[in-house]
């Protein structure tokens, strides 16, 4: 009888969407089941109910193999010019998803110039290894190695998200 009435709320639960579950310890150990965060405690998590979409769940088993072992981001700087929109549109033409960092900050460039040991703009990253100025024919060869198809299929939409 018990189970059944579990069962019935799970269910339920199921179908609810928009709401938010969160999962709480309390100060004795004992887990709690919420719409809200067990007042006074530290130790709650928020459960995430039912399949949220991932924006780059069409991109082709080539492509997102590539992008998990070697995600590529672009480093740029508001003024950058040409050079900058050359390495977009190559990334574009070959259906590289990619994030863009523009360094505004000088925070922002002084992290970049630690982790890059240079100053060239724009730059990218495949997986660990740096691309320091846009030379097409290196970006492409290390591209190619990293295992991102030569063209893409189609034109992604949003292939440029920012950097977090």
Do not use: M
């Given at each position: 009888m018990r189970s059944g009435f579990l069962l019935i709320c799970l269910l339920l639960l199921?179908?609810?969407?928009a709401a938010e579950l969160y999962r709480s310890i309390d100060k004795d150990g004992k887990v709690h089941y919420s719409d809200t965060p067990l007042e006074g405690s530290e130790d709650y998590e928020r459960l995430k109910l039912g399949k949220e979409p991932?924006?780059?769940?069409?991109l082709p088993y080539e492509?997102?193999?590539?992008?998990?072992n070697f995600p590529v981001t672009l480093?740029?700087?508001?003024?950058?010019?040409?050079?900058c929109q050359q390495a977009r549109d190559m990334?574009?033409?070959?259906?590289?998803?990619?994030?863009?960092?523009?360094?505004?900050?000088?925070?922002?460039?002084?992290?970049f110039h630690q982790a890059s040991g240079d100053?060239?703009?724009?730059?990218?990253?495949v997986g660990r290894t740096w691309l320091k100025g846009f030379q097409a024919e290196q970006w492409n060869s290390e591209l190619d190695f990293a295992g991102y198809p030569k063209t893409a299929p189609y034109r992604p939409a949003a292939a440029v998200k920012p950097a977090q």
């Open positions: 199921a179908n609810v969407q991932v924006p780059d769940e069409n492509t997102r193999r590539a992008r998990d480093y740029t700087f508001p003024t950058c010019g040409s050079a990334l574009d033409k070959r259906g590289i998803p990619y994030a863009e960092k523009s360094l505004v900050t000088k925070e922002e460039i002084d992290a100053s060239k703009l724009p730059a990218a990253t």
